[in-house]
């Protein structure tokens, strides 16, 4: 028992630390901004909710993961990605929102993401691509 009992203060001292680490500082933006800019559909619809409001140019579409997974494939074959930047973010205790530019070729388009806690991860709710007007 006394050779147990330093292992158990250990690591109940260590926990919370590294818990702490996995969640002061992530950026949830960066990997979704990374598969948003490879056009990469497969990884990007693993943070999708079960439903999400999605918004394809200017026909929006309430779908399931699966069916939003295919049309945003359709569209990333329309219009290949080459990047994304995030222009803006807000974190909220239960939601972020995060506004970025994705160019496509000689396309250029605003993006929403808006994503929501569901017990202890969040998921994409809505993710919106339009035209974009200004000139970057």
């Known amino acids: 028992m006394k050779k147990l009992f330093p292992l158990v203060i250990l690591t109940l001292l260590a926990a919370p630390l590294s818990l702490r680490a996995q969640n002061d500082g992530y950026d949830i933006f960066k990997p979704i901004s990374s598969y948003l800019g490879s056009g990469d559909v497969k990884h990007l619809g ?3 909710d079960d439903t999400l ?8 579409i309430n779908s399931s993961k699966n069916q939003a997974e295919k049309s945003l494939t359709s569209f990333f074959n329309t219009y290949p990605p080459t990047s994304f ?5 807000v974190s909220k205790s239960n939601m972020k929102y995060c506004t970025g530019i994705l160019k496509a070729g000689r396309d250029t388009f605003d993006v929403t993401i808006f994503l929501v806690l569901k017990g202890d991860s969040f998921w994409i709710q809505q993710l919106k691509f339009e035209r974009s007007t200004a000139p970057y």
Request: proline share 0%; no cysteine.
């Open 46 to 48: 693993v943070w999708f």
């Open 85 to 89: 930047k995030v222009v803006y973010k």
């Open 53 to 60: 409001e999605l918004t394809l140019l200017t026909r929006s």
